[in-house]
């Protein structure tokens, strides 16, 4: 067995929606207590005070169709907070180099598509061989989604137990030359996880060595807990060789508690939006202006930000005192999830059923957020991962019930 063949899984992920999953696992079993639903990543800290007023502002503009490259205003309020926000010191041209979105799922499940069309087009990918997309796994399942729909091979690349980012040497060349894109994401969805520099820079040079796409999610980018994630932009500013081979997907979703609002944007390779932007031009709908305008507002103030890092980073201390004790170190570097190895309760499936009948505590199965490899371990059966999306109140209750659960 090679290095890749331990490390990688070369099927399709499978299982269906985690949600649905869970939902099957507990069937028509009452909840011990009044329910605490803490499984979906959906912000409930209040959105930012503006967000009605700038909408009545712009009401008018309902009655027009958006172009799909978005408003000039747009554009360049994300082209000014990219370059603010990751430092970039190379020229970041933002009309050529910036798209709007439904949010940032939408455009990480169709880019993949785009993709392979686009190293089709260019001659450096061959329609007759099996073409490959990398994820990490545990993963996001729009991933597994967009390499779905170009009909790619999902290749699985699993972080390990102690949190330490898989070894990028170790890949095999002929399973990057067949590469379209390699969906990464830091902060990390479930595990909380932050690619330094230097690990962005050596993916950075394997994209562009082997003629693949480093898709960024960085939906989580804002929500850290002491110093600001290296982005992948970032990183290749660093390099000074452009921004080729490298998008980076976000949205107002997390920053901002706007997850209705359905607004994000693609950055980056402008060869590639411009490419994007033509396939979604028929394949996607556009986002209204006046919500555009609400991202323009969103992206210039810094201050409702800043007090919602504050309020996660409150019951990420919390939860250190309540459940570190019992089950070692909580806090992770980002996003708003705990991560939770239950192990000791027979793993995460078992654990999310007696959280639920026990202490009326809804959390999703890490194994369902994962695929098993290819020696048949899941890198997510151990874990359970907890949404931090109540107020503190909420969730004193709810680590106080997790405890309960240990007795």
Known sequence: MTATDRICATKPPRGGNPFQRLRDLLGESEPGKPPITLTIGEPKHEPPAFVGEVLSQNIDLFRKYP?????????ASVGNWLVKRFNLQQEFDADRSVIPLNGSREGLVFACTAARDYWLAKGLKSADEQLSVILPNPYY?????????????????????????????????????????????????PQGTVAPLSYWRELIGLARQYNFFIFADECYSEIY????????????????????????????????????LRCGFAAGDPDFIAFFTDFRNVAAPQVPLPVQAVACRAFADENHVIENRRLYNEKYALAEEMLAPVFGPITCAGGFFIWLNVHQLGGGVKAAKLFWEKAGLRV???????????DGQNPGADFVRIALVENLEVSREAFQRILTCME
């Open 364 to 374: 999703v199965p890490g194994e369902y957020l994962a695929s098993a490899m290819p």
């Open 141 to 189: 399942h729009s991933y597994g989604a967009g390499a779905h729909m170009a009909g790619a091979e999902a290749v699985l690349l699993p972080e390990k137990e102690d949190g330490t980012l898989p070894v990028l040497a170790e890949l095999d060349p002929k399973l990057l030359e067949r590469t379209i894109a390699f969906y990464f994401a830091s902060p990390a969805n």
């Open 67 to 75: 172009p799909v490259k978005g408003s000039e205003a747009f554009r």
């Open 225 to 260: 807990r002491d110093e600001p994630p290296v982005g992948a932009l970032e990183a290749a500013d660093s390099l000074q060789e452009g921004f080729a081979n490298v998008v980076v997907f976000n949205s107002l979703s997390k920053r901002s508690n706007l997850p209705g």
